[in-house]
């Protein structure tokens, strides 16, 4: 059998080299790094902020001498960086200027159903819809999005995508950096195909995933833009640099580290800081997932930020379906001379409780199968799946498939419990709002649910794989009064 293997591993080697992408060596980081513009709010009589967005169409210069017609928000690709405070009431306003409904939803937000932006709260076109609601969790680096129904991947590919922070006193207080857009920078990283006139290429065909027979996870870009920007440096002044990290791909899962092997302080996942920053080498992000690093930089140094393959290094398969082989360089970070140095890392960062499930937590079971179920359902707007109790702790138990997939819940943090029975790592344990599921694999969640009670709105709960949740691997929960669990009717009327 040992040369039956051998061979196979020889034909296997030559057909992955074909398709295998790889930019290292070729970039020059020629462009330095967009930085979202804050998002400045109208502040009404009693204090809550108004922030105005409009989805609209336009065109960009995202290769060099091309022109790409794009999506944005309040411009031609992605969107302003929204920023508000635990407590703040806040009020959106939004237009909808694109030729077909779409929607933004608050990812990772805690607020009720109807302001959600999911797919039962779409906008038609020239429409302005204006959900409002105070928030009421901690800071973290959150991020916003369309959620119209089955058109998800292309809304967001096109460009329809921004960050929005929510700070509160005590992240503040912490020393860290946090001079926005100086030492405190949004990395919305994305992978794109381009036609050769510079047209954004949405056909699944040719990514790895395509190569390999799978054509399972959507599209895989073989050219990174990062903040909207190609082939991107970031100037370096200060010592510190906090790097707000959003894989803002519709499919791509990028293990992340610097090209020379640096340790970086992880200080928050996707809901919030840590409990203490985690010193790492290589962090793994599968769609919609954040994390925020902390890296010293010495005077003159240039480390680049890179995704490299598998993901073995960060305690997972190698996953080639959805580009795990891979080799990608993000961004160079390129240090000026002279640094400034007023930001530490603390050895304690949020202070807030450990979410921990009560012993008799309930406990839901989710199975993803293919690329368009989960318990042998697909999505249908009108069912609802699940009804939870406000307020309660579950356990939520989602079993991976064949492929790479991840897990989204609207509306909660989350915590990781186990990973196929393992626990996760430090920066993995935080609160978090999106798991990578590795092939295969069985992940156990505590998550914390809203009391914004509303028997009739569902909220979302998805593989962030969007073309798998366009495809139907997505369900429905309500949450109602505890009393109301058992009665609550399974269908939800759709019309309006
Ligand atoms: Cu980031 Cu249901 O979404
Ligand atoms: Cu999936």
Redesign the pocket.
């Known amino acids: 059998t040992i040369p039956v293997g051998a061979f196979f591993g020889v034909v296997f080697t030559i057909t992955y080299q074909d398709v295998r992408a790889d930019n290292t060596g070729t970039l020059r980081f020629a462009n330095e790094v967009a930085i979202p513009p804050l998002l400045e709010p109208r502040i009404d009589g009693e204090g809550g902020k108004h922030f105005d967005l409009r989805m609209q169409t336009g065109h960009s210069e995202l290769l060099s001498g091309k022109r790409t017609e794009t999506w944005g928000v309040n411009g031609a690709y992605l969107g302003p960086t929204i920023r508000a405070n635990t407590g703040d009431h806040v009020t959106m306003h939004v237009t909808n200027d694109l030729p077909e409904a779409s929607s933004l939803h608050w990812h990772g937000m805690r607020l009720p159903a109807s302001m959600d932006g999911g797919p039962h709260q779409e906008v038609a076109p020239k429409q302005t819809w204006t959900p409002e609601w105070t928030v009421k969790q901690p800071a973290a680096s959150l991020w916003y999005h369309p959620h119209p129904h089955g058109k998800t991947a292309k809304h967001v590919y096109q460009g329809v995508s921004g960050m929005f922070l929510i700070d509160d006193p005590e992240s503040r207080n912490l020393g860290l950096p946090g001079d926005y857009g100086v030492d405190d920078i949004p990395l919305v990283i994305q992978d794109k195909k381009f036609a050769p006139d510079g047209s954004l290429d949405f056909s699944r065909a040719g990514g790895l995933g395509d190569a390999v027979g799978a054509g399972g ?1 959507g599209i895989l870009g073989d050219t990174i833009l990062v903040n909207g920007t190609h082939d991107p440096r970031l100037s370096v002044t200060s010592e510190l640099t906090r790097l707000r990290v959003l894989n803002g791909s519709t499919a791509r899962i990028y293990n992340i580290g610097f090209d020379d092997n640096r340790a970086f302080q992880v200080i928050a996942s996707d809901s919030g800081l840590l409990p203490a920053p985690e010193s790492r080498e290589r962090i793994l992000l599968s769609p919609g997932e954040r994390a925020e690093i902390v890296v010293r930089l010495a005077p003159g140094e240039a480390p680049v930020l890179r995704s490299f393959p598998g993901g073995l290094d960060a305690g997972f398969p190698t996953d080639r379906f959805a580009g795990g082989d891979d080799t990608f360089d993000l961004i160079q970070l390129r240090a000026g001379d002279d640094l400034g140095q007023d930001a530490v890392v603390p050895a304690t960062l949020a202070r807030g409780e450990q979410l921990q499930a009560p012993p008799e937590a309930r406990v839901r079971r989710f199975e ?1 199968g293919g ?1 368009s179920s989960i318990n042998g359902q697909s999505m249908d707007m009108s069912r609802i799946d699940e009804v939870v109790a406000a307020g309660a702790t579950e356990i939520w138990e989602i079993v991976g ?1 064949g ?4 897990f989204h819940i609207h509306d909660v943090a989350f915590r990781i419990l186990d990973i196929d029975g393992e626990p996760p790592a430090a920066w993995q344990a935080g609160r978090k709002d999106t798991v990578y ?1 590795p092939p295969g694999k069985t992940v156990r969640v505590v998550v914390d649910f809203g009391t914004d009670v509303d028997p009739d709105v569902p909220y979302m709960y998805h ?3 969007l073309y ?2 366009d495809s139907g ?1 997505m369900g429905q929960f309500v949450i109602v009064r505890a009393d109301q669990v058992d009665s609550t009717s399974r269908t939800v009327n759709t019309g309006g």
């Open positions: 996870t993803l690329r498939g492929g790479p997939h991840n599921l593989c962030h794989l798998h949740e691997m």
